[in-house]
Each structure stands twice: as C-alpha cells, then as structure tokens.
C-alpha cells in the first residue's frame, strides 16, 4: 500500500514538471521581447543578404527571401502575387535602375510572436545625380516575416518614398 | 492511509486538468488560424468605423486607432511619428482631400498570433472626375495591430497607390 501511494506521489511529481502552467500577461510580454530580439538577429541577416542580392542584381536570389503565396506592394503600380511573379518584379525593378545605384535597407523595428514578425525599417539608393554627382532616394517599409519549416520567409512586403520619385 | 491515497490522486488528477501540455506545431497552427479568423472580424469592424471618422472628416476619431507610439508612414513624405502627430497627419490629408471624396477600406488577409495582427488589404478613393463625372484612385497598405489592455491599435501603417497620384 505505501508503495501504491509513493507512485501515486512520483506520477504527481512527473506531471507538475513536465507540463507547463498556461503564460500569464508578464511571461508572455518577456518571452515576446526575447524571441523579437531573436528575429531583428535572424531579420538583420536577411536583409543584408537581400541588399547584396539586389547590388548583385540577382532577381533569382531576391524572389528565393519570398514565400511561395507571398505578395509583394510596390509603390505606383498593382500588387504582385506570388514568388514567381515576384521574381519578374524584380527584375523589372533591377532593369529601371540607374547603372551605379547602390541599394541599402535598415532595420528600425522588429515584433515576433512565436512564427510571425512584422519588420518596419528604411530603405535607400543612391544613384548618379544628373550634375555627375550622386542623389540619393529613400523611403520605408513594412513586411510581414512568417516561420516556414524553420526559415523566415516574406509573406507580405509594402514600401513607399519620403518624397515623390524624381524625374530620371 | 487510504484516504491519504485518495487525495494523492486528486492532486495529481487537478494537477492534469490544470496545466497544459506544450503546443505542438499542429495546435500551434489550428489556434493561429482560430485567432486570426477572430482577429479579421475585430478589425473588419475597426476598418469601418475608421472609414467612417474619415468620411466624416474627424481626425481625432482616426488618430485613436493608432497606439500612442504608432507610426504612419504615408507615400511621398517622411514617416509621422506617434498619435498626436499622426492626429496633425489625419487634419493635413483630410484638408487635402477633394470635396466629395468618399475613401474606402478592403481587409484582405489577417494573420495573428496572441497579442500581434498583421491586415494586409486595399484602399479606394473616389472623387469628383474633371470632367462631371467621378474617379477613383486606389491603392494597397499593411497594417501591424498589437492588443494592448484587451484593445487592438494600430502600431504601423503604410500605404501606396496602384498607379501614380493624377494631377488634381
């Protein structure tokens, strides 16, 4: 009989340590910041291989940041559906580039939760001015990060500029 | 001693119905997929009543959908930076907009985890034609919601056109 309760006792024990109490509201925002710090890393990474995807003018590099159903939103024309249709954008946008633009993009702010991130952040070119010298062109940009089979992948990509496009 | 066993096992039975076991992938997915739907009829309703406060050319209205840190990156300016800047924001596009003007909001797709949504849909604004008749501009955007104390506010908020903005 003290044996039953002793097991009775262990199997009590087992359960308390191998499940887990449902997350309060602090936990929660603790474990959100950590796994947001964790992504703006894993998001950094990604967005300087895409910048030198894009320097690189590799359009093919570019569609592969993208997840298959992705939508890509440029500024001034229709939305672009897909990563195949994407990789035609790109290279499209690869194609209306000045030769010398130098393509750049910075990180402001990362939200994760679990395997969704939203990526808020700037983007620049800089390209030969019309005087022989250089302009430069800027604006922001929102995107949508999802985890797939452990890769972070766009699923949905949106950019303005800070002023209207200068004539080229 | 047999009641002790008695209440060994119902601790440990409360201990069972008490905690939860950690998510699998498979539960993780069905629970996004139910917060999401939830979420999307959450903020359809807010897409609404900000279209309405726009309509109704009240900027105090719209700028309370936004978290008081938020961000509105409207296209062809510089990002506008917390509520009562983006309440000056919502005063100078409502002061630009034709008389008339009736805007309107499409969601397209939710995708929510706990406290974080991400809106992806179109916008539409159709005005007085100069010619008598009427015409529509429309567009894209990207909205980031975070649920903070149990209300869902806008964190950021982008936007662009289909096609560049005609001469008014």
Redesign the interface.
Same mark, same amino acid.
């Given at each position: 009989?003290f044996a039953?309760?002793t097991s009775?006792?262990l199997?009590?024990l087992a359960?308390?340590t191998?499940?887990?109490?449902?997350e309060t509201a602090e936990q929660?925002h603790a474990r959100?910041q950590m796994e947001s710090d964790s992504a703006r890393v894993a998001l950094e990474a990604k967005a300087a291989a895409f910048v030198e995807a894009f320097n690189a003018g590799n359009a093919d590099a570019m569609a592969a940041f993208y997840a298959p159903d992705a939508?890509l939103?440029?500024?001034?024309?229709?939305?672009v559906m897909g990563r195949d249709a994407i990789r035609g954008g790109m290279e499209g946008m690869l194609a209306g580039m000045p030769p010398g633009s130098v393509f750049a993009l910075r990180v402001l702010?990362v939200?994760? =939760? #679990?395997?969704?991130a939203?990526d808020?952040g700037e983007w620049s070119t800089t390209m030969p001015g019309p005087d022989g010298g250089s302009m430069e062109i800027r604006g922001?940009?929102?995107v949508?990060w999802?985890r797939i089979d452990g890769e972070w992948l766009i699923?949905?990509d949106?950019? =303005? #500029?800070?002023?209207?496009m200068p004539p080229m």
């Open positions: 009989m039953r309760v009775i006792s199997i009590a359960t308390l191998a499940c887990q109490q449902p929660m959100m939508v939103m440029p500024p001034d024309m229709p939305a702010d939200a994760a =939760n #679990g395997p969704i939203v808020r922001k940009y929102l949508e999802h699923v949905s949106i950019w =303005n #500029g800070d002023a209207p």
